[in-house]
């Protein structure tokens, strides 16, 4: 059973770009979650979703982010129009359902994303 | 809001016993989670309490009372590849909807020397 699986492992952006980054869950997971770590820090939540759905975006900044979760393919988080401060590790999770299994969370290798 | 409290930093010689606290502060309380991330790895889930008292899982452990919004995670027999970052995470329940948030602490970066 393939664990949750996130691409590219490493992405690289001039200011002003555009970042896609993917996530495909594990198999059975309708759930996804996106978080941003920062270099010696926690991982804050960005964004809850299920299939078609956008469950919780509170986490996300309200600006030039945006994530979605079709029912066919992955989960893409889309970052426009990067900035330096970007530039961060963003990790996506899955659970098999929600509530009952919100804090075991499955998570992928991330993304580092570099932002010159 | 949530915060948690972990220590940044612990060290541990091989072999010996490590405990690493959490305390927490929430305006609603479901439980909390362990979590462990080595070096430029993906966080991996470690344990969950929703209720008081100790959980055992091989050489991990987790204590949880919620009467003093406490937690640690106790590691034995510690061994070099324990070397890794170990965070407390809570989901609380935020007025209104329930929450679908699980906030984590900073983290401790836990170092075994031989």
């Known amino acids: 059973n393939a664990g949750v699986m996130q691409n590219p492992r490493h992405l690289v952006r001039r200011r002003g770009q555009e970042a896609r980054l993917r996530c495909s869950p594990m198999k059975g997971h309708s759930h996804v979650y996106w978080y941003r770590q920062l270099p010696e820090e926690g991982l804050k939540f960005m964004v809850y979703?299920?299939?078609?759905?956008?469950?919780?975006e509170s986490g996300m900044p309200k600006e030039r982010f945006s994530a979605e979760f079709p029912k066919e393919g992955p989960s893409i988080l889309r970052i426009q129009q990067v900035v330096r401060g970007d530039s961060a590790a963003y990790f996506c999770?899955?659970?098999?359902?929600?509530?009952?299994?919100?804090?075991?969370?499955?998570f992928g290798p991330g993304t580092r994303l570099l932002v010159l | 809001g949530q915060s948690l409290e972990q220590p940044s930093e612990v060290t541990a010689v091989e072999g010996a016993i490590v405990q690493i606290n959490c305390t927490y502060q929430?305006?609603?309380?479901?439980?909390l989670s362990w979590y462990q991330q080595h070096d430029g790895g993906a966080p991996t889930f470690l344990s969950y309490?929703?209720?008081?008292g100790l959980e055992e899982t091989g050489r991990f452990s987790s204590f949880l009372s919620r009467s003093d919004s406490y937690g640690y995670l106790l590691l034995q027999e510690l061994q070099m590849k324990d070397s890794a970052s170990y965070f407390c995470a809570v989901r609380a329940l935020e007025s209104g909807a329930g929450s679908y948030q699980l906030t984590f602490g900073k983290g401790t970066k836990l170092s075994v020397i031989p």
């Open positions: 309490n929703a209720l008081d």
């Open positions: 929430t305006s609603g309380f479901y439980g």
């Open positions: 979703l299920q299939k078609e759905n956008i469950i919780d």
């Open positions: 999770a899955s659970s098999p359902m929600d509530r009952g299994l919100i804090e075991t969370q499955y």
